[in-house]
């Protein structure tokens, strides 16, 4: 039986099976969802064994619990390891949602759920095309998966419970659904993501706020100050001030400008969908270039004084901001922290006292094209899509990925099926069941030409 006529066959019951995970409402950021976060695992765990594995765990960790499970058919074989993640994010704002959240729907071919895509769906499509190479006697090497419950709030547990484990999670590969491609026709591969550092900027001016008539022009205003410092990050090219913060930074190859130049994208239509007269950024580099392959720095919110209805006229006592950079191959946020911070407190005035908090951050992610597992999904998206993927990569950030890569020492690959409309993390989430089959396909294919 081939593969399109086992998802024909057992569609209903694939979104069944499907439907059972999402209307679970395992919302990691919410401490009264814990019971949810239990039941989503337990469900996996069934599901996993259904479809063929031979050992399904649930692993405690100090956070959420770990589904883990394997099937192999021989230990000289290669090895994929599987990720995915079983929880999701709020579904607020509630009122604009057109569905609701947790009661699955199919409409106009679009499953419309919390998790559809992110990442109840997209895991799904790796566990049916396992089951299909299983059920039919064609799965060419060893498969484990790791479902983990931490990946919304940042995946605090995994990297403890990769280093705890590595003789069980040891694999060749690392595959993920769990990104997007250009277009429902224009399948692509995420071979980069961008790392990420996040601080917390607090400015102190005097010990209590002060009225402005009686001290404007005399004592450091921690707003104006804050904004200063701020303003000094980028100069006028688009180029990040701090010293050495490109010491690292892997350049573009000229290959890799000419596949970015191949993406097919129209800057009018791209200022109009967001309402802006004219793009900005890093002088020389095109936009596509500058939010995937470039590092950039943005202030993500910024607070102090009198905010509240009517006037008030003081001098703040306290000034706060929360800032980040998005990093790129090499460049190890832990230095970019200490950079930072260092130069925060160079350019500081000696009229406001500083404090720099660094957040969190994580490193970015490079998978070399020629790698055996890029090209074997290579090959399963040109015959399940009718079109070589494009390569590409992504402005955001999945910091567990180079996780992996530092405590397993594996590469991974990121064969995802997202679209930008299937709007992940907002109201009205939603899975194109076109993309669905194909994207069961494409794996199916990936295992045939590991």
């Known amino acids: 039986m081939d593969i399109k006529t086992y998802i024909s066959d057992n569609e209903n019951r694939f979104l069944d099976e499907l439907f059972s995970l999402i209307r679970i409402p395992s919302i990691s950021a919410f401490a009264e969802n814990k019971s949810d976060m239990i039941a989503c695992a337990q469900r996996w765990q069934t599901l996993l064994l259904e479809a063929g594995a031979e050992r399904v765990e649930i692993l405690q960790t100090k956070g959420n619990p770990i ?3 394997e099937k192999i058919i021989d230990k000289s074989a290669k090895t994929a390891l599987v990720y995915g993640h079983y929880d999701v994010m709020p579904v607020e704002p509630l009122n604009e949602w057109k569905t609701p959240p947790f009661e699955p729907q199919v409409v106009d071919n679009h499953i419309f759920a919390r998790g559809a895509d992110d990442d109840k769906g997209q895991s799904f499509i790796q566990v049916k095309a396992f089951e299909y190479l299983v059920k039919t006697a064609q799965l060419p090497c060893n498969v484990k998966f790791i479902f983990e419950g931490e990946e919304e709030i940042g995946s605090p547990s995994l990297e403890e419970f990769c280093e705890n484990n590595k003789e069980l999670l040891k694999a060749d590969l690392i595959l993920v659904s769990d990104t997007s491609m250009l277009g429902a026709d224009l399948p692509s591969l995420t071979n980069g993501l961008r790392g990420l550092a996040y601080w917390q900027i607090e400015v102190t001016g005097a010990n209590r706020d002060l009225h402005s008539g009686h001290f404007g022009g005399a004592v450091a205003n921690p707003i104006n100050e804050l904004c200063k410092i701020l303003a000094q990050v980028v100069d006028n090219e688009g180029k990040i001030t701090v010293p050495h913060f490109y010491d690292k930074v892997v350049p573009l190859s000229a290959e890799e400008r000419t596949m970015i130049a191949q993406v097919p994208f129209d800057l009018e239509k791209y200022k109009q969908a967001i309402d802006i007269q004219e793009v900005t950024g890093e002088v020389g580099y095109s936009t596509l270039e500058r939010n995937s392959c470039r590092p950039s720095f943005d202030v993500c919110g910024i607070w102090g004084g009198f905010t509240g ?17 998005r990093l790129v191959a090499d460049q190890n946020h832990e230095e970019i922290s200490r950079l930072f911070c260092d130069y925060i407190y160079s350019i500081a005035p000696k009229s406001v006292k500083i404090n720099v908090l660094s957040m969190h951050g994580g490193e970015a992610y490079l998978c070399p094209t020629n790698h055996f597992a890029y090209r074997a999904a290579e090959i399963g998206f040109e ?3 009718g079109k070589k993927p494009l390569s590409v990569r992504r402005g955001g950030s999945i910091p567990i990925i180079a996780t992996f890569e530092k405590v397993l020492n594996i590469k991974t690959i990121l064969m995802g099926f997202g679209l930008e409309s299937d709007a992940i993390h907002s109201p009205n989430e939603n899975f194109n069941l076109d993309i669905f089959r194909k994207g069961i396909e494409a794996v199916v294919e990936f295992y045939k030409n590991l």
Not at 309 to 325: D, L, M, W
């Open 309 to 325: 209805e009517g006037s008030k006229t003081v001098i703040p006592s306290k000034a706060f901001a929360k800032v980040s950079c």
């Open 67 to 69: 589904v883990f499970a």
């Open 383 to 385: 015959k399940a899509f």
